[in-house]
């Protein structure tokens, strides 16, 4: 039975039993067991307590209940004695069955009351049909027919398609069989097909089978088979009648089964069987030939003529004018003439065995040429020609010889030459050449020289060295040589190169630099790269220099160190270049600086003057010009700084403020001079004054809430006392007040959910205050479970005069006082705040233990038991959830920040939904909205429950069964979850306002 159900028919239900005794409006609600929606096989029973016997006199010996129900109307097969509660549910009901109940009350001497109203509910049907027997019949190249049973009647229908995703459906049949058919049509041929059968129940239970398949049949066959034929693999030439056939053949909707062939197109041989090559005998004579093919498909279906063409020639070619010309000491031209064009090729040896062969050269021509190299001088050699036609008949001529001449010198020698030994620069155009000449077959004998390759000096006698002049002029420079041979063979030239450089670096922007009592900087440039050195002393002879630097650059630095203090130094730099031209600058001077300032200035004559409650005056004196500045603090760890006085002077004073009254300061000068020397005084101490005080108590700014002590019903408050007199004294009492009203000054117009203190509950009871400075506290009782309260205190002196007030606990921006306890067991909770941590182990684990475990339900639709619990690890404002204890009366200390957004937005999924109050004061539920996300339709409460959008209550677990609120008296309160009822499918959201 549905909440929605039983909301309509609450009143219509209320009637009254009379016999012994008298129970009235015995009701069957569709809620929760235990701390769980309710389900298929269970109801909760609910009614009013008798108060009177038949005879009206008042009834004061009540015992207990018990409570019939059975399957038909007016007799019940069962009872159970429940004792003396006023609901009770009842469980495990075969599901889809309709039962009937009624409850009876006993006293104390076992008179039992006659039957209350019947109230009845049919639970619910949740299982779905169970399919078997899935097959397919007639299946053709369009269309077949699925067949399947069920053990229930129920609807028809399938979803197929090509792949597991299927994408088409048939249209359901709403039927209820138990044998189902449904005819797929409008299929592709010969196509595998997936298919599942789907079945729904009369209470909308779905069935649906797993994944099946049939192929569809292949199309009538009508297309000829397609194929081609080949000779001799494709060649173009074959040297004999004998010749290999090579077939293919395809078929889009069958397959080749025969071929036949004939050598003219009209005379065929009979029917075979196909295969993919097969020997065949062409016509005889040389000439062209053409060999044709059909084949047939398993239709019968015929080709038309396929054919491939080849030439017969089975004659060799005739060699003719076969010589050898054009001898030397190692080559021959082998040339002769062919009848027909073909290949050419000599083989060759000094054996009639040959062993050695020309490449092949494939080109068909009728004249033919060879040249043989390589071969040994004054030798004979054996040969013979072979060519062979473009059908491939090849002819081999008859042995040939041919003698090489003897040898003769042609080569001409190598060499190198190198200018001063492979130097990269010269300094003078006056050089020493360096000659190296080979010759493989004779002696190199002559060598001539050139500045240009162009114009050469006479040829000379070959020599390893010789003395030669470059052209004037800095720059690249080449010398060019050729050697002669005995055999007056002459080689290519040979040549060497150099850079000629003549000219030394030019020095500029000489200077002394970083110049302190012992060392110095060095630094200039030059117009080339070049090397790095200076030489320095305290006379022109200098008598030091820096080791060399053979790096090549143009800016130059070199350092100068173990100098003298105030000493004036000549110096002067040199600088060589790649080509090896020296540089000397001319002289130069610096003078170094004297020994540094290394002593720290002295501090003497500190005093302090003008003591004041919150500053003093610091003074003292130093034997140089230096800086000021003091360190100070309260103990002697300082840890604060007077501003640095920069100003340097022998005489200091400083002046600090913001210093507390009535406080030991201790404190040190610092004075830098400027060679950057620190002195820093011992420690030195003054007392700053006292403060007067006012007449009247401070206020009391430090009340808060002990969460360690508090409980479900009291709260442990804490606070610093304040003096008579300000922040001295002793104060006479406090005046401790508490409202659920958030608490203002007197003499404030409060406006809504506000209160003046002097009307806020006045707590008695408290301690007698402490010196100023004592921590009080004191203990809150007898609190409402789950209520907010807000909290302030003021003190009294022996004169009557009253402090202003304190810090107000759960002002708008803290989350309320924690007051709200967990029970043994499962409580429903939620969070009116947002937590300092959403982690349920880091936010509850302290609370209730670890593991946390902390519950939602999630739906899956409207019916009672659609849905699980769910274990959560992060929480949100808004939302209720069931918490597990192992110990009573647990605190929910959580802490966090109050939600100040102006509303709030819970999302609702169809059935039964957890929610909770997420602001620090209770709202009236009457006031929240319901909202369609689909259609953007918004409704208040009363309106969404007038329209079956939602269920007209809200509950909330008790510990054993659940209280329930109508929607025009329930509040969300803090801290507590409640279930709440979506009584449509699709996305809806409720909208809590801020109260």
């Known amino acids: 039975m549905h909440l929605r159900k039983y909301c309509k028919n609450l009143k219509q239900q209320r009637t009254k039993l009379f016999h012994t005794l008298i129970i009235s409006s015995l009701i069957l609600i569709a809620l929760l067991t235990g701390a769980y929606p309710v389900i298929a096989g269970s109801a909760t029973l609910t009614w009013d307590p008798p108060t009177t016997n038949v005879d009206q006199t008042p009834l004061t010996d009540l015992a207990g209940y018990k409570v019939y129900y059975g399957t038909t109307s007016g007799t019940y097969s069962s009872t159970i004695d429940i004792g003396n509660v006023i609901n009770y549910t009842v469980s495990s009901l075969a599901e889809n069955t309709t039962y009937y109940f009624a409850v009876t009350a006993y006293d104390t001497l076992a008179n039992e009351s006659s039957y209350s109203n019947e109230v009845s509910k049919t639970t619910s049907d949740t299982a779905a049909p169970v399919i078997s027997g899935v097959s397919t019949s007639n299946i053709t190249n369009s269309g077949a027919t699925i067949t399947w049973t069920t053990d229930e009647a129920s609807t028809s229908q399938i979803e197929y398609g090509t792949t597991t995703s299927y994408g088409s459906s048939t249209t359901i049949d709403n039927t209820m069989v138990t044998s189902h058919s449904v005819t797929v049509s409008g299929l592709l041929s010969w196509t595998t097909y997936h298919f599942r059968v789907k079945s729904q129940d009369a209470s909308s239970n779905l069935a649906t089978s797993g994944d099946y398949t049939f192929i569809t049949l292949a199309p009538p066959d009508s297309n000829p088979p397609t194929g081609t034929i080949t ?100 080559t021959v031209v082998i040339s002769w003439t062919t009848n027909e064009a073909s290949t050419t090729q000599v083989e060759y040896g000094t054996t009639i065995s040959y062993g050695s062969s020309t490449t092949l050269d494939t080109n068909l021509v009728t004249s033919h040429s060879v040249s043989i190299t390589g071969l040994s001088f004054s030798t004979a050699y054996h040969y013979r020609v072979k060519s062979r036609d473009e059908a491939g008949n090849l002819s081999i001529s008859g042995d040939l010889t041919f003698t090489t001449l003897p040898p003769q010198d042609i080569t001409s020698p190598t060499g190198t030459i190198l200018i001063n030994n492979g130097a990269a620069y010269a300094t003078s155009t006056s050089v020493m050449l360096t000659l190296s000449c080979t010759d493989i077959e004779s002696t190199c004998a002559e060598m001539q020289l050139s500045n240009d390759g162009n114009s050469w000096n006479s040829w000379e006698t070959y020599a390893t060295t010789k003395s030669w002049v470059l052209t004037s002029g800095d720059g690249m420079k080449t010398v060019y040589v050729k050697y002669k041979d005995n055999a007056s063979n002459i080689s290519s030239d040979f040549t060497d190169t150099i850079t000629l450089d ?63 203090p105030s000493t004036t130094y000549n110096y002067r730099v040199l600088s060589r270049d790649a080509a090896g031209n020296l540089i000397t600058s001319t002289n130069y001077k610096f003078t170094t600086s004297a020994i540094p300032d290394t002593t720290a200035p002295v501090i003497s004559g500190i005093g302090i003057n003008n003591i004041t409650s919150n500053g003093a005056t610091i003074k003292w004196t130093t034997n140089e010009p230096a800086t000021s500045q003091v360190e100070y603090g309260t103990s002697g760890l300082y840890g604060s700084f007077s501003n640095l006085d920069s100003n340097l002077t022998t005489s200091h004073t400083v002046m600090l403020s913001g210093l507390s009254a009535n406080t030991v300061y201790h404190f040190r000068v610092i004075s830098v001079d400027l060679a950057n020397n620190k002195a820093t005084s011992s420690e030195y101490t003054f007392t700053t004054l006292k403060t007067t005080q006012p007449d009247t108590p401070a206020a009391i700014m430090d009340l808060r809430v002990q969460t360690s002590g508090s409980t479900r019903n009291t709260a442990i408050l804490e606070w610093t006392a304040t003096g008579a007199d300000g922040n001295e004294g002793t104060a006479t009492d406090y005046d401790l007040r508490i409202s659920e009203l958030k608490i203002i000054e007197d003499g404030v117009t409060p406006i809504n959910g506000e209160i003046n203190f002097s009307n806020a509950q006045n707590i008695t009871g408290l301690p007698i205050p402490g010196i100023a400075g004592t921590l009080e506290s004191f203990k809150v009782d007898q609190l409402n479970t789950n209520s907010v309260y807000y909290v302030a205190i003021k003190a009294k002196d022996e004169k009557g005069n009253v402090s202003s007030i304190s810090n107000v606990i759960n002002s708008d921006k803290t989350p309320p006082i924690p007051v709200t306890a967990i029970r043994q067991g499962y409580t429903m909770i939620s969070f009116p705040l947002n937590p300092t941590t959403t982690d349920t182990q880091a936010l509850l684990g302290a609370i209730v233990g670890d593991p946390v475990e902390l519950y939602q339900w999630s739906s899956t639709g409207l019916e009672d038991a659609s849905g699980s619990f769910t274990l959560i690890s992060n929480v949100s404002p808004g939302r209720g959830y069931f918490i597990k204890a192992n110990m009573d009366s647990a605190v929910l200390n959580v802490t966090g920040t109050a939600i100040t957004d102006s509303s709030w937005t819970v999302t609702l999924q169809p059935g039964w939904n957890m929610i909770g109050n997420p602001y620090p004061a209770e709202v009236d539920l009457i006031n929240t909205y319901i909202k369609d996300t689909a259609t953007g339709n918004l409704k208040n409460f009363q309106d969404a429950v007038i329209a079956g959008w939602i269920g007209n209550a809200i509950y909330n677990y008790n510990g054993s069964t659940y209280d329930f609120s109508m929607y025009t008296q329930a509040k969300l309160r803090l801290w507590q979850g409640y279930w709440l009822a979506l009584l449509q499918d699709g996305q809806y959201e409720m909208i809590i306002y801020k109260p």
């Open 231 to 330: 000779i001799n693999n494709n060649a173009a030439y074959a040297t004999t009648t004998s010749v290999t056939l090579t077939f293919t053949c395809s078929d889009t909707e069958g397959s080749c089964t025969e071929m036949r062939l004939s050598n003219n197109g009209t005379t065929w041989n009979a029917w075979e069987t196909y295969a993919a090559t097969k020997s065949w005998t062409l016509t005889s004579g040389d000439g062209a030939k053409t060999v044709y093919v059909k084949y047939k498909d398993n239709a019968s279906n015929i080709s038309s003529n396929y054919t491939d063409n080849i030439t017969l020639d089975t004659t060799t070619p005739t060699l003719s004018g076969i010589g050898a010309g054009s001898i030397s000491s190692s």
């Open 502 to 564: 003549s000219t030394s670096p030019t020095i500029s922007g000489i200077g002394a630099g970083s110049i302190s009592s012992s060392t110095a900087i060095i630094s200039w440039t030059t117009n080339e790269a070049s090397t790095t050195q200076v030489e320095y002393g305290t006379t022109t002879s200098y008598g030091s220099s820096t080791t060399l630097d053979t790096n090549l650059v143009t800016s130059h630095s070199v350092s100068l160190t173990g100098l003298s």
